[in-house]
């Protein structure tokens, strides 16, 4: 008999504590946001996709070489003037694991990770082979569309 009342009290505390948390959350701030309307502004050490200032660049190959998955591509010529050009700096970020190692190391922070968080594409070839020289590689991601 006084198990049976033990098992009631203790039921109706469990239920008064589980009110009482109910209460306190149904008055405090939301803690989520509405996305894709609404969007969180990434905090400063967020590493996003590897991009590049190509006026900056020098072609030194740091960044090519410190990448521990080799998801970076570099090559150049020199022209008639004894100036290096770009052949192609191509970024493969299937293979990337967004250390940012490259960004570290390169001497005039010409390469850095951006702060793009949606990253969603259709084909696995978008991934592969991303251009970066090319100024508009990532609009499609920036803006996406459902097809």
């Known amino acids: 008999m006084i198990k049976y009342f033990k098992d009631i009290i203790t039921g109706a505390w469990s ?11 149904l008055f405090s701030k939301a803690v989520t946001i509405q996305y894709p309307t609404q969007k969180l502004r990434m905090v400063d050490r967020y590493r996003g996709l590897v991009d590049l200032r190509t006026e ?7 960044c090519v070489k410190i990448c521990p998955t080799g998801c970076l591509s570099l090559a150049h010529k020199e022209n008639a003037e004894k100036k290096k050009e770009f052949e192609h700096f191509k970024y493969n970020m299937e293979l990337c ?8 190391v390169c001497p005039t ?5 951006n702060k793009m968080y949606e990253i969603a594409v259709y084909g696995r070839d978008k991934i592969t082979h991303i251009d970066l020289l090319n100024t508009g590689k ?7 569309t459902v097809k």
């Open 15 to 25: 239920l008064i504590r589980g009110l009482l948390v109910t209460l306190r959350n």
């Open 56 to 62: 900056k660049c020098i072609k030194c190959y740091m």
């Open 97 to 104: 694991c967004f250390c940012g190692m490259c960004d570290q």
């Open 109 to 113: 922070q010409a390469i850095y990770m």
């Open 138 to 144: 990532y609009d499609e991601w920036a803006h996406p």
